[in-house]
């Protein structure tokens, strides 16, 4: 049975894109460009910040500029970290059932503790989950099984009876590296020319309301 659930962060157990959006337009505004529709920014949040900067300046590591921009948009981001995020509906109802039957949860995200902390303080989130592995915790992130494996580690879990869930494929990748079960949050940040069923997951779930029962059913 399943008896530890490990959540990714952005795009599954909090709804972040607003806050990130605005950050990203806030650095295009101050270049002089148009900024971007929510529409457009959302599908690349869960890819990193690498990724949204490629998207709204055509910019990647290493190309003259990148460290400026990828600065700025990330002091804008930490300074207004939860003006809008939130968990995502029906994800606090998700997290009090998971206490109330004694399932511990944790989160392993991509994102630096340095902005990871600091929002999970103002989501009040901080002084529930069991643990919390960041993108600098361990020597590698995902799609690596390190950051999975670790949390485990850190929750004296068994992979075979702990699920990841995550709305990227490389959560799916590094969840099944690790010997996890692993569920699709078809809920979260995914590019419309993704195709999520073709992860390999053991299950998907359309909304945070789907996931008690998806795990039961793993069980």
Not at 40 to 61: C, D, H, Q, Y
Not at 78 to 100: K, P
Not at 186 to 199: H, N, R, T, V
Request: proline share 5%; aromatic share 6%.
């Amino acid at each position: 049975m399943i008896k530890h659930v490990l959540f990714d962060l952005d795009g599954t157990l909090a709804d972040t894109a607003p806050d990130l959006a605005n950050a990203l337009n806030a650095v295009r505004i101050n270049q002089g460009m148009e900024p971007l529709s929510m529409e457009t920014i959302r599908p690349s949040v869960s890819l990193g910040g690498n990724a949204m900067i490629k998207l709204a300046f055509g910019l990647e590591e290493g190309d003259d500029g990148f460290d400026g921009v990828r600065d700025e948009f990330l002091d804008y981001y930490r300074d207004n970290i939860a003006v809008d995020s939130c968990l995502f509906n029906g994800m606090e109802d998700v997290l009090q059932s998971l206490d109330e039957r004694g399932i511990s949860w944790g989160i392993v995200t991509n994102k630096l503790t340095w902005l990871t902390l600091p929002l999970l303080t103002e989501l009040d989130l901080d002084g529930r989950t069991t643990c919390i592995v960041c993108g600098d915790t361990t020597e590698y992130r995902k799609p690596h099984p390190q950051p999975v494996s670790h949390a485990c580690q850190l929750l004296a879990a068994d992979p075979a009876h702990t699920v990841y869930i995550g709305d990227a494929e490389r959560d799916i990748e590094s969840g099944r590296r690790a010997g996890t079960k692993t569920l699709v949050a078809l809920y979260g940040y995914i590019e419309a020319d993704s195709d999520p069923m073709a992860w390999q997951a053991d299950g998907v779930v359309h909304s945070p309301q789907e996931i008690n029962a998806s795990i039961d059913k793993l069980c």
